[in-house]
Structure formats: C-alpha cells, structure tokens
C-alpha cells in the first residue's frame, strides 16, 4: 500500500484509516488515542525513535497482507453512531468489565507474594492501578447511562425515526469535553504503568501469577488505547457535526 508517510501526519488519523498500523505504536508504548492528534515526528522524539525508524516500521505494517481481524474491522467513519456505540460497548466495555475485577483479585496476591523483593514497584503498580479502575468503573456508567444513549437517539431524530432528545446540559459538547478529560487521566495512568514496570519487564524471579498480572496490564494498555481512539477521534467528533 502506498501512503507517503511524513512527520506532520497526525498519529490518530494513521491509525483510524490503516489500524494495521496499531500494533507499531503499541509495540513502542505510543498513546495515539488522547493528546489531540500529537504527529509521527513528536511521538518518534518522545519515545527515542527516529522519524524514519518509524516510518520504515509503518510502512512495512502497511506493506503486510491484512490479517482477518483487521479486515474484518468496519469503516467507523461511514458506519453509523448507533452501530458502533453498539460495538464500544460490547467489545471495549464488556472486556473491561471483566479484565477489571480480573486485575483487583490478582494484583494484591502478587504483591503479597513478591513483597520482599519487588514491593516498591508492586505497590505502585497496585495504587495506580486502583485509582484507574474506579475511575474506569464511573466512566463507563457515564457514558453507558447519558452521553451513548442520547448519540443514539441523536441520531434515530436525524433520520426522523424519533423526537429530538433532550440534551445533555444543553449540548452534546460538554458531556463530550468531560469523557475526553477522562481519558486524557487514564492515558496518563496507562503511561505511568508502564514507566514503572519498566515497560513490563519481569523480573527473573517472577511466579506464574507475576507474568500474568503484567501480561493482563499489557492487554488492558493496548484495549482501552483502541477503545479512547474509537471515542475520541471517531465517535465524539461525528456526535458533534451531527448536532451542528
Ligand atoms: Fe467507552
Ligand atoms: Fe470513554
């Protein structure tokens, strides 16, 4: 596929029309989901990398054979809003509803386990893990409870199958501007994580239960980033035009 890649290319938009480039910003713990669409050329600098170290990267992602997840992915920019609300909650909504208490049972029995040796990093893992979690746990009930249901019903008005709903304090832009700020927080919680893991590097004496915690975190990291871009670069901006 030939796409000329350069550095003022803004990340998010990379990754809504190609996600086979998702996995290159994982594999280099880029957050392309919040910070506003930072570009190839600041995240290269701010993760070490150079920029046609991650332009070759890139380029070889999108030179590879589609795999059948990827091409099975829809067009979220053409889909419609209800459907894929309907996909968020399903897949990113349900995952974290049972990765999260996954997490809170296992974490504090890893601690408990390597405290002698690993406790520093352990509880830093364990407190920022527990702040991310209850704030994830409101979130989700916000989004599922107010701000999804009126996208919906925003939506079902324009095609003139129902009423115009009332809005959520008077325009969808502030509840809008509140999810992003939340985001922004777990992106940040995301990136601490994974600073003082070392980038999840075990430790050699680590237990099954170790690796699996740090596996779980890592699998979390890469969800809830497709999950914020799913919302914040696709859904929330099509909520707004729709409004008007
Ligand atoms: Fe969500
Ligand atoms: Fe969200």
Redesign the pocket.
């Known amino acids: 596929m030939t796409i000329q890649l350069d550095g003022e290319m803004p990340v998010r938009d990379l990754v809504g029309r190609y996600p086979q480039t998702r996995p290159v910003f994982e594999r280099h713990g880029i957050d392309y989901c919040c910070g506003g669409g930072k570009r190839l050329a600041e995240v290269a600098r701010e993760h070490g990398l150079t920029l046609p170290a991650l332009v070759d990267a890139l380029n070889e992602a999108l030179d590879a054979p589609a795999g059948k997840a990827e091409a099975a992915e829809k067009n979220w920019y053409t889909a419609s809003l209800t459907a894929l609300v309907q996909h968020i909650v399903e897949v990113h909504h349900g995952y974290l509803k049972t990765v999260l208490p996954r997490l809170r049972a296992l974490l504090p029995v890893v601690l408990q386990a390597h405290q002698a040796e690993h406790g520093v990093v352990l509880r830093q893992v364990q407190d920022l893990f527990n702040a991310l979690d209850s704030e994830l746990s409101s979130?989700l009930m916000k989004?599922e409870q107010v701000l999804f249901p009126f996208i919906v019903a925003s939506e079902a008005h324009r095609q003139k199958a129902a009423p115009q709903p009332s809005g959520p304090c008077g325009s969808v832009r502030y509840p809008i501007r509140q999810?992003e700020h939340?985001?922004d927080s777990a992106g940040q919680a995301l990136a601490r994580l994974r600073e003082v893991t070392g980038g999840y590097a075990l430790p050699a004496d680590a237990c099954p239960s170790f690796r699996a915690a740090y596996e779980e975190l890592q699998r979390l990291e890469a969800d809830l980033h497709q999950?914020?871009h799913l919302?914040n670069n696709i859904l929330f901006p099509r909520a707004i035009a729709l409004e008007g």
Do not use: C, P, V
């Open positions: 979130h989004e999810m939340e985001h999950h914020i919302e």
